[in-house]
C-alpha cells in the first residue's frame, strides 16, 4: 500500500487546504522548527484513527487551527488520506467540528474506524500501526509486549483480517454459550 496524497484544512497550522503529495521513492518533509512538520504526522495519524488523546494536545478542539498571522480560527479540521494497493484507490477521511462531533468516511461513505482498520490491513496504518513511529517511540516498540509485536506481525503479514474476524466470532460463541448455559438452567428449574 502507497500513501499518494494527504489533504489538510483547518487541521492544527494548516488553516488553508494543504495538499502534500508523495512521488513514488522516499519522501522527506522538511522545514525550520515549529513549521509544522509533526503536524502532518499528526494528520495522519488522526485520519487513520487515533484518538485526540493519543494526539499532541490530547483535545479535539486543539486539532482544529486556532486562528494566527491575522486569521480567524477554523470552524473544523479535515484531513483526507489517498492510498493505493495496486490498482485500487483508498480514500480515508476524518473531520471534526467544534461542538465536538465527527464524521469519518471511507471511499466517499460515511463508516465506522472499524471498517477503516479494515480497509487499512496489512499497511501498518491504522489505530496502534506499526508504520508510524514518532519521536521517542522506538524504545516503546523494542520493549513492547509478545502480543503487541505478535500484532505487528500479522498486519505485516496480511493476517490481521483474518484475526480480527477471528476474535469477533469467538466472543460471539462465547456469548452464544453463555446464552445456552442460561436457557439450560432455566429449562432444569422449569423441569
Ligand atoms: P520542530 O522541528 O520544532 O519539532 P515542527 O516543524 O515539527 O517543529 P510542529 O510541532 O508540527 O512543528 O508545529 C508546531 C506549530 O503548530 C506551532 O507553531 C503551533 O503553534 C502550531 N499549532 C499547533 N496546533 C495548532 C492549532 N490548533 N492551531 C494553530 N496552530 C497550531
Redo the contacts with the bound molecule.
Sequence with gaps: MRIERLILHGF??F?ERTVLEFPHGLSGII??????????I?ALRFVVGARAREL??GRAE???????TGRP?MPFAEVILELTRGRERITVSRRIERDGSQEVRLNGRRASFRQIEQALAGSGLGRNGYAIVG?GEVSGILHASPEVLLGHLEDAAGLRTVTLAHREAQARLERAEAHLAELSSELARRQ
Excluded at 522545514?31 to 502532518?40: A, C, D, R, T, Y
Excluded at 486543539?62 to 494566527?68: A, P, Q, S, Y
Aim: hydrophobic share 20%; charged share 20%; proline share 8%.
Design positions: 492544527k497550522s488553516a522545514g525550520p522548527n515549529g513549521s509544522g512538520k509533526s503536524n502532518v499528526e499532541r494536545g486543539e486539532l482544529i487551527f486556532h486562528g494566527g480560527p519521536q
